[in-house]
């Protein structure tokens, strides 16, 4: 039989509850009768919750434990102190343990649960699905003018369309994922959604598209397609682009709940799963860029299609394989009520001077009043936001109204919100940089010397060089890079989120310089009523191992970066701003066509990217996007080095705060 007890000087959430035992002096008193000194319960309370942080922090380390506990003991002032204290060694119980600091009855909720076995189920399922969507998107430029009949750059658009879809829906993945399903339920159901579009992609093209067999080939004209076969495909495209969009970003958040960050072995294995993440991405994209685009593009379309819905299966069945030994991390709620609840309870206290630090509302403890997250520290930044903090005589009544007095904690992630805005827009210019890959590249690629004898390269099959260069430029970053910058910075990074995001952009930007170079050769190799230009296609080669030496630096910087700073409730949100960024750039992108054309067909001009890319100036469309993205560096510089990183109370802070109280309890 236990009894719960508290003081004056703190609040019931600091309640201490001890066995009977401990006070018994022969006949066992009532609850009701029994007084122990404010001092004891305050200094049994600390103990207690200190040596919840320790067993939480070390799995258990009867030395710690017995060091820490022998400690409490000799230093005790009163007789019923060191009883207590007695009666919670010998006991070795420690209750009310928050799920969260995977903790349950004396037990570790996460043995042999997660690490680098389960996480590389995931990275095969990431190299499988990725397999499975570039087998559809690498190539849909090509799909849509010589099967649908679409002009170049009608079909640039539609594909930066899609491609922008894809990535929109991340939002949409991760929004579930940190509400209501969790990131392995959310990751299953986006998959099966991957599984239905692509097969019925692949029954739209072998029953309504590809008539005749074999068409497409930039050789044999395809057939009118019917309506219903135009529905389905679009249909089934934006069913891919749904199930992979909402799958990638929540798979990469699940992929690093299966480190446990609180000690550095798991902080290191984590940043290393996002460099890992990529190169996983990579290996399954390089497939779908060399074997399955020489098939679709030699007009075996279904084929390809067919092989990219094998691959969904098998990613799916790798994914449920490990389901009994995943590391689940319960989700935190819907994040957007939290969010608007700090703006409103600051409004409401518009004309209230924000509170000093010290004063503002927190609840006690080591966790926070956000189910299943850590509680971070003030920060500076904002400060009008600390005022639906501040607690003022009218919160007296309402303190479990968040709509008028939010803790620091949930003022803090709304500020983490803010703070990370600028830095994504900034990305968004990049991202533009990067769907020309898919669309102008492939475009210019086609009217360029392609053949090897008697073999023809396809123009998709050339980001291969990006992709090799990922895989290339992730080990020289990791094994070279890293180890040459922690000497001269003495930052056990290397370098920061920020600093590979800044130089990843400064690549893109002399890609498109590299691009538009190439263009300005292409044309002086043009024989006047051919198509296609003379001049090689590898002129093409240094465009894009520009662009996938940039990626190592920018998109993996990103992850990790956008993952970090998010608070523990966001975390799929974090991960898919990484993608929301290229959604944006793809619209953009397509926004810029649009300008651009509007602005040059004008006076009956063919325009810069006119149906024959050899009467048009790409080059200077190439030219206007490093333009564009030297001044987003610009302003980037100046956006990060305003940000400050998100402050995290850890197990060592939790330890110190309670130091602190102890050392301010004494005063008084």
């Known amino acids: 039989m236990t009894i719960g007890f508290t003081g004056s000087l703190f609040p019931t959430s600091w309640s201490a509850t001890l066995p009977l035992s401990v006070f018994n002096t022969g006949s066992s008193p009532s609850p009701e009768s029994l007084t122990i000194p404010e001092d004891v319960i305050f200094s049994i309370t600390t103990f207690r919750k200190r040596l919840v942080v320790t067993l939480a922090k070390d799995s258990f380390p009867h ?79 090509l799909f849509l003018t010589r099967v649908l009949d679409q002009d170049n750059a009608s079909a640039a658009n539609n594909v930066s369309k899609w491609t922008g879809t894809v990535y929109l829906c991340s939002l949409i993945g991760a929004f579930l994922s940190d509400s209501y399903w969790g990131r392995y339920l959310t990751c299953a159901i986006f998959q099966l959604i991957l599984v239905l579009g692509l097969a019925l992609l692949s029954l739209a093209s072998r029953l309504f598209l590809i008539n005749p067999a074999d068409c497409g080939d930039g050789i044999r004209l395809c057939n009118t397609p019917s309506p219903l076969g135009s529905a389905m495909f679009y249909l089934s495209i934006y069913l891919v682009a749904f199930g992979y969009g909402g799958h990638q970003p929540t798979l990469a958040t699940f992929g690093s709940d299966q480190f446990d960050d609180s000690h550095q072995k798991g902080a290191n294995s984590k940043a290393a799963f996002f460099s890992y993440f990529y190169f996983a991405l990579n290996v399954g994209s390089l497939f ?67 509170a000093t630090v010290d004063a503002l509302y927190e609840v006690e403890g080591t966790e926070s009043a956000i189910k299943g997250s850590r509680k971070i520290l003030h920060s500076d930044d904002f400060k009008f936001l600390d005022k639906a903090a501040t ?45 020309q890959m898919a669309s102008l590249f492939v475009e210019q690629g086609d009217v360029m010397a392609s053949k090897l004898g008697d073999f023809r390269i396809p123009a998709a099959s050339m980001s291969a060089f990006d992709i090799c260069s990922v895989l290339i430029w992730t080990g020289v970053y990791r094994h070279i890079v890293v180890p040459l910058a922690r000497t001269l910075s003495n930052n056990p990074k290397g370098l920061t989120e920020l600093q590979r995001m800044g130089i990843g952009l400064i690549i893109g930007m002399i890609a498109m310089v590299a691009a538009g170079f190439t263009e300005i050769q ?19 080669v240094p465009q894009y191992v520009l662009v996938g030496a940039s990626e190592v630096f920018m998109y993996v910087g990103q992850l990790e970066f956008f993952n970090a700073q998010a608070p523990d409730g966001i975390k799929s949100f974090g991960s898919s701003l990484c993608m929301a960024s290229m959604s944006l750039g793809n619209f953009v992108s397509s926004l810029l066509i649009n300008i651009v054309m509007e602005i040059t067909t004008r006076g009956g001009s063919p325009g810069w990217i006119p149906e024959d890319l050899n009467s ?43 130091e602190q109280q102890e050392e301010v309890h004494a005063n008084v």
Not at 309 to 317: K, T
């Open 522 to 540: 292409r044309l002086k190799f043009v024989t006047p009523g051919e198509k296609k230009s003379s001049l090689s296609i590898f002129w093409q």
């Open 391 to 435: 607690i003022t005589p009218n919160d007296l009544s309402a303190l479990n109204n968040p709509w008028r007095l939010c803790t620091v904690t949930q003022v803090e992630e709304a500020k983490c919100v803010l703070k990370m805005l600028p830095i994504w827009l900034c990305t968004i210019m990049y991202s533009v940089i990067f769907t």
């Open 288 to 354: 779908s860029n060399t074997i399955l685009v020489y098939y679709e593009n030699s007009g075996k379309w279904t084929l390809g299609f067919l092989v990219s819905f094998g691959s969904a299966i098998i990613a799916l069945l790798f994914y449920l394989l490990g389901t009994p030994r995943y590391r689940y991390i319960k989700e935190s709620g819907n994040p957007l009520p939290r969010v608007a609840q700090v703006f409103v309870a600051a409004y409401r206290k518009w004309g209230v001077t924000p």
């Open 63 to 141: 030395a710690k434990i017995k060091k820490l506990s022998m400690a409490a003991v000799e230093n005790s002032t009163t007789e019923i102190e060191r009883m207590a204290y007695e009666e919670i060694i010998s006991s070795r119980q420690v209750e009310d343990v928050d799920e969260n600091e995977n903790i349950t009855n004396g037990k570790d909720k996460y043995e042999n649960k997660g690490g680098w076995k389960l996480a590389s189920l995931l990275l095969v399922n990431q190299g499988l699905a990725t397999l499975a969507f570039f087998g559809v998107g690498v190539n849909l430029v």
């Open 616 to 658: 048009g100036h790409m080059d200077r469309f190439y030219f206007l996007i490093a333009g564009l993205a030297a001044v987003d560096f610009i302003i980037y510089v100046f956006c990060a080095r305003w940000y400050t990183c998100i402050n995290l109370d850890t197990s060592e802070k939790g330890i110190e705060l309670e």
